[in-house]
Structures are given as C-alpha cells and as structure tokens.
C-alpha cells in the first residue's frame, strides 16, 4: 500500500483527480475518504451496495477462474467445468440484479447494474456465437468440452453418461480426427467400453 501511495502521492494528474473527487488535498488521505464514502453511503446506499458486490461477487468470480487456469498441469481439463461454474454465477447474478433495475431505477443505479451485465453477457455471447465471427469461441469451447474426456476422474464420474456420441464428436478436434488417416475416432469409438 505504502508504494502505490508513493506513486500516486507523486502524480500531478492522480492528485488533481484525487482533489475533483474529495475537495481536499491528498495529505488529509484518511479524513478525506472516510468523509467521501460517507456522503457515497448516505447519498445512494444500493449504488454502493451493487458496485461492493460487483466489484467482489464478479470480479472474485473471474479472478478465481483465471488463477485455477493457470500453470503447467492438464488445466484444459477443467476449462470447460470452471467456465460453466463462471456462467452459471453469471446466470444468478443476472437474474439478481435484473429486478434492481425496475424496483430500483434511478440512472447511476441502472448503469451500475447494465454495466455488469454486459460483462457476462459478452462472455455468454462468445461463448455460444452470438457475436462476430472473429471473437466466436464455440468451436474452442466445444473442444475444451470434449477434452474432458480424457481427464479419468470426469470420466469415471459421468461414465453413465458418456456414450459413442461424445466419441464421434471429437472429430471437432483437428489432430484426432486426421490422426491414424482419420481411422482414430472410429477405433475410440469401439474402444469406449474398455475406457469406461
């Protein structure tokens, strides 16, 4: 905290914005904030309520996703599991936050909300193609999907449910469907019972 200070403390353009925001100087940091939050708080309980939660419920989401995909393990194993995890909290929160928009509806509030819901709308939205073809993901999404069946605890836990169909879908993933001079998909296929 003490750096970032330091680094805005010293910002010519960060100390006047800091100035337009709280109507005093920067040395008076604690005073100034706590005076600042209060008038936010007094001034529009649920705008601060919803940014809170915007900015820890969706952020903390995303964030949480990110990190659990990072590294050198299998993590396109549980691409597909996290995203739909992330999809469906962006489903609920959505389904929240829509009735704060009638109930609720002065224009600070409604952009606040509207804001967030862009954000998994756009992430819905490349992820099912409903968006320029350049920011499509569903074929990337697909493949994710199906590279959950060579991950053994998926597989042992959905045994019930995976069948030839999933087999023959792999065929979306390039190297697999052109692997044996495309003869491989065919050989999973009648391989499954021994997999499963």
Same mark, same amino acid.
């Given at each position: 905290? &003490?750096?970032?200070?330091?680094? #805005?403390?010293?910002?010519?353009?960060?100390?006047? @914005?800091?100035?337009?925001?709280?109507?005093?100087?920067?040395?008076?940091? =604690?005073?100034? &904030?706590?005076?600042?939050?209060? %008038?936010?708080?007094? *001034?529009?309980?649920?705008?601060?309520? #919803?940014?809170?939660? *915007? =900015?820890?419920?969706?952020?903390? *989401?995303?964030?949480? %996703?990110?990190?659990?995909?990072?590294?050198?393990? @299998?993590?396109?194993?549980?691409?597909?599991?996290? !995203?739909?995890?992330?999809?469906?909290?962006?489903?609920?929160?959505?389904?929240?936050?829509?009735?704060?928009?009638?109930?609720?509806?002065?224009?600070?509030? !409604?952009?606040?909300?509207? !804001?967030?819901?862009? =954000?998994?709308?756009?992430?819905?939205?490349?992820? &099912?193609?409903?968006?320029?073809?350049?920011?499509?993901?569903?074929?990337?999404?697909?493949?994710?999907?199906?590279?959950?069946?060579?991950?053994?605890?998926?597989?042992?836990?959905?045994?019930?449910?995976?069948?030839?169909?999933?087999?023959?879908?792999? #065929?979306? #993933?390039?190297?697999?469907?052109?692997?044996?001079?495309?003869?491989?998909? *065919? &050989?999973?296929?009648?391989?499954?019972?021994?997999?499963?």
């Amino acid at each position: 905290m &003490t750096s970032w200070l330091i680094l #805005v403390q010293n910002n010519n353009a960060a100390k006047h @914005l800091w100035n337009s925001f709280t109507n005093s100087a920067m040395n008076v940091l =604690g005073d100034a &904030t706590t005076r600042k939050m209060r %008038t936010l708080y007094e *001034a529009d309980p649920l705008l601060l309520e #919803v940014s809170f939660a *915007a =900015g820890y419920g969706g952020t903390l *989401a995303m964030l949480k %996703t990110t990190y659990e995909l990072e590294g050198d393990r @299998l993590e396109i194993h549980l691409v597909y599991r996290r !995203e739909e995890a992330l999809r469906a909290f962006g489903r609920s929160l959505l389904d929240e936050l829509e009735p704060l928009l009638s109930t609720h509806g002065n224009a600070l509030r !409604e952009y606040a909300v509207r !804001e967030l819901m862009l =954000g998994y709308t756009y992430l819905e939205n490349r992820l &099912t193609g409903m968006c320029d073809s350049p920011f499509d993901c569903t074929h990337a999404y697909l493949v994710c999907e199906l590279m959950q069946l060579f991950d053994p605890s998926y597989v042992a836990e959905h045994a019930a449910t995976i069948d030839s169909l999933w087999v023959q879908r792999l #065929v979306a #993933v390039v190297p697999i469907a052109r692997a044996d001079g495309g003869k491989l998909v *065919a &050989t999973l296929e009648g391989e499954l019972a021994a997999y499963l």
